[in-house]
């Protein structure tokens, strides 16, 4: 009986809580650590705001990545992320990126662009309280193709 209970108020709990979507406020830094057979490792540093009044986990998860709807790639958290409550911040992980064939020679064609339209497609494994779930994920951002320095990855 008393599990019971406990998990009625479990289930009370997390039913009534209202969750908020994380608004994703840019890329604030990052740095190549390596780039080696089509993948490249790279510490990446982003701002992020979560309105929750709970932390967020982001357990390992992967992403395709298309830049002006062509596929250039996956990219895979290998580590969690937590994300704190009712704070705005900014988070370090590091981030691993294969490289989709051709992916070099079509971003040789974004050099010199303002603006740059970044699809990311897939699922995210989260957790909140201990619970699991994976969310899809299909959003397109527009980002500031001059912070990207598309240069340095073609030897310019």
Same mark, same amino acid.
């Given at each position: 009986m008393k599990n019971l209970i406990v998990v009625f108020l479990s289930s009370?709990?997390?039913f009534s809580c209202e969750f908020k979507d994380v608004d994703f406020n840019g890329i604030e830094s990052y740095k190549i650590?390596?780039?080696a057979n089509n993948e +490249? !490792?790279?510490?990446?540093?982003?701002k992020?705001?979560?309105e929750n009044g709970?932390?967020?986990?982001? $357990?390992?998860?992967?992403?395709?990545?298309?830049?002006?709807?062509?596929e250039m790639g996956i990219a895979y958290l290998d580590k969690k992320v937590v994300f704190k409550k009712k704070r705005e911040?900014?988070?370090?992980?590091? +981030? !691993?990126f294969k490289l989709a064939d051709g992916a070099m020679f079509s971003a040789m064609k974004f050099i010199?662009? $303002?603006q740059l339209n970044v699809r990311f497609l897939g699922k995210v494994k989260g957790s909140v309280f201990g619970l699991s779930k994976k969310f899809p994920v299909d959003e397109?951002?527009?980002?500031?193709?001059?912070?990207?320095? +598309?240069?340095?990855f073609l030897g310019n």
């Open positions: 009370l709990i997390l650590e390596s780039f +490249l !490792r790279l510490n990446f540093a982003f992020l705001n979560n709970f932390k967020i986990k982001v $357990k390992p998860s992967k992403l395709n990545i298309f830049v002006e709807g062509q911040g900014v988070y370090e992980t590091k +981030l !691993r010199g662009k $303002k397109t951002k527009t980002i500031d193709a001059s912070k990207l320095n +598309l240069g340095q």
